[in-house]
């Protein structure tokens, strides 16, 4: 079983900045496909973000392209989602997932693993 630990959120003025960690204990990490994921009251949970295995290739949803990058550090077993100009409509718990061996994929069904989540809070 594949376990995810996210760090990093909390409260941000709108145009901040915040970085999102997310560290597994997998020791194969390197061959799971990783992605963020956030969901806000009453919204459904999307997948804003996804990187390969190498980290060579990343997918970005519309609504957060040019803001955030997500990122990875095999050797640390951890994965980065740097968020920039941040505004109040990101306020969601953000969600670290993993599916093994698959491509970059935005498809919230596509992941097999699901971090318990950490609080974002983006105020106007």
């Known amino acids: 079983q594949v376990q995810l630990v996210e760090s990093g959120g909390g409260l941000v003025q709108a145009g901040g900045s915040l970085l999102l960690s997310c560290a597994s204990s997998?020791?194969?990490?390197?061959?799971?496909?990783m992605g963020w994921s956030r969901q806000a009251p009453g919204k459904e949970r999307e997948v804003v973000a996804s990187?390969?295995?190498?980290?060579?290739?990343?997918r970005y949803a519309d609504s957060v392209k040019g803001r955030f990058i997500i990122s990875r550090d095999n050797a640390k077993n951890t994965v980065y989602l740097q968020m920039n100009s941040l505004k109040p409509e990101d306020t969601a718990i953000y969600y670290c997932?993993?599916?093994?061996?698959?491509?970059?994929?935005?498809?919230?069904?596509?992941?097999?693993?699901w971090g318990q989540g950490t609080q974002v809070t983006v105020s106007s």
């Open positions: 990187i390969y295995r190498s980290g060579g290739v990343t």
């Open positions: 997998e020791r194969t990490f390197s061959t799971y496909t």
């Open positions: 997932a993993a599916v093994e061996r698959g491509p970059t994929t935005l498809r919230t069904n596509d992941y097999n693993y």
